[in-house]
């Protein structure tokens, strides 16, 4: 990996640390390890065709997925979160109890109050670390790696651990086949810190546009329209969305974010080594690989085995990347979201 010059959290904000000589804009935070963790059920589409009306064949040429994880009834959201953020804790060599920030990017709380990243916080043994929960739709991830980044940068916090865990299947509607055949659970952590590490966090873009909210959206359970039996009845409490906008919405949006994040730090399409998107429909990657004009190689894809996780799909990507060899030192990946709100975001990290 290339050498990058180590510093104190806070010391020297506007960093003159440099790729290949050209000026990136973040001080130095490194991706110290990484870790992710799936239940154990898995919920393939022969399943779901005993389920709704539709088809493997169908699910597979429109969305690439063949199966998902699901999670016991005895778990929720911090429990995947919990075993990522293990995982990503002994990649780093940092034990629960130095830890002292904890970012939790969810869509499914365990419960609307308290913040679910305290059942985390709890359950690691982690008594130092502060924390909150982000919720950006399947944006949320990058938010929160930006987040932590900033405030290890801005000299708060010397370390943080960040999770993105989702269990979708709680808020899925399995009697309608447009949605259920996309969503799975699943959790992905990343530590960083200031130190050596194998990634180094160089930049962000992140952004939303609330006049797409209608777009993706759970009706019900929140104090726009309390839980009630009515909105019960009415199956409200489940996730709708416009699948056709979406998918438009996305394709776009990876391509402009991939261009203006490679652009704005002084870089070409041909320096980017691994594209790591938000895991939504194989379709989707697809289209946006051919929009980019890069080869199969160069965008990660494993939508196929955990359909879409929201918060988790990225670092869950990106740990599989790590463990597969497909990260190397030096290689500059972007990570790329989008979701509902409608938000976006990327970050470009260098391995
Ligand atoms: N099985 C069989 N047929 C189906 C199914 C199914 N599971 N779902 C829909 N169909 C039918 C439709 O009813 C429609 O039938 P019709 O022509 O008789 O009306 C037909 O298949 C085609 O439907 P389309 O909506 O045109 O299918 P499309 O190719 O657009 O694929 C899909 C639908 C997969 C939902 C796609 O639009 C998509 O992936 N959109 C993006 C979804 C997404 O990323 N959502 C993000 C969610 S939010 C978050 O990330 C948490």
């Given at each position: 990996m290339k050498e990058t010059p180590a510093k104190k959290?806070?010391?020297?904000?506007?960093?003159?640390a440099s790729?290949?000589?050209?000026?990136?804009?973040?001080?130095?935070?490194?991706?110290?390890?990484?870790g992710s963790y799936t239940p154990e059920r898995v919920l393939n589409n022969e399943d779901l065709e005993r389920m709704v009306d539709t088809s493997d064949e169908w699910i597979v040429t429109r969305t690439g997925i063949r199966e998902r994880h699901i999670i016991s009834?005895?778990?929720a959201t911090s429990d995947l979160g919990i075993?990522?953020?293990?995982?990503?804790?002994?990649?780093?060599?940092?034990?629960?109890?130095?830890?002292?920030?904890?970012?939790?990017?969810?869509?499914?709380?365990?419960?609307?109050?308290?913040a679910?990243?305290?059942?985390?916080?709890?359950?690691?043994?982690?008594?130092?670390?502060?924390?909150?929960?982000?919720?950006?739709?399947?944006?949320?991830?990058?938010?929160?790696?930006?987040?932590?980044?900033?405030?290890?940068?801005?000299?708060?916090?010397?370390?943080?651990?960040?999770?993105g865990a989702d269990a979708l299947s709680t808020i899925t509607d399995y009697e309608d086949r447009e949605s259920c055949v996309l969503f799975g659970d699943g959790a992905g952590a990343l530590v960083i810190g200031a130190g050596d590490g194998p990634g180094v966090v160089m930049d962000h873009i992140v952004g939303m546009d609330g006049t797409g909210a209608e777009m993706i959206r759970v009706n019900a359970g929140g104090s726009r329209q309390p839980a009630s039996h009515e909105t019960i009845e009415r199956r409200e409490h489940f996730l709708r969305m416009d699948g056709r906008k979406v998918f438009r919405f996305?394709?776009?949006?990876?391509?402009?974010?991939?261009?203006?994040?490679?652009?704005?730090?002084?870089?070409?399409?041909?320096d980017i080594d691994l594209i790591v998107p938000h895991q939504a429909n194989l379709r989707i990657l697809e289209?946006?690989?051919?929009?980019?004009?890069?080869?199969?190689?160069?965008?990660?894809?494993?939508?196929?085995?955990?359909?879409?996780?929201?918060?988790?799909?990225?670092?869950?990507a990106l740990d599989e990347a790590a463990r597969e060899g497909r990260l190397q030192p030096g290689m500059l990946v972007i990570l790329v979201a989008f979701g509902g709100g409608l938000t976006w975001g990327a970050t470009l990290l260098r391995w």
């Open positions: 959290p806070g010391e020297d904000p506007a960093s003159e790729l290949d000589g050209k000026p990136y804009r973040s001080p130095v935070v490194a991706v110290l390890g990484v009834e005895e778990q075993e990522a953020g293990k995982r990503a804790l002994a990649q780093a060599g940092l034990s629960a109890g130095e830890l002292e920030l904890i970012l939790l990017a969810t869509a499914t709380p365990d419960q609307i109050t308290p679910t990243v305290c059942h985390i916080q709890r359950e690691l043994g982690a008594p130092r670390a502060a924390g909150f929960d982000m919720n950006a739709a399947c944006t949320g991830f990058v938010n929160a790696l930006m987040t932590g980044h900033q405030l290890i940068a801005g000299g708060g916090f010397a370390n943080a651990l960040i999770i996305a394709v776009a949006k990876i391509c402009e974010l991939v261009e203006e994040v490679t652009t704005r730090n002084g870089l070409s399409l041909d289209a946006a690989r051919r929009g980019l004009g890069l080869d199969a190689d160069r965008v990660m894809a494993n939508v196929d085995r955990y359909g879409n996780t929201s918060n988790a799909s990225i670092p869950l």
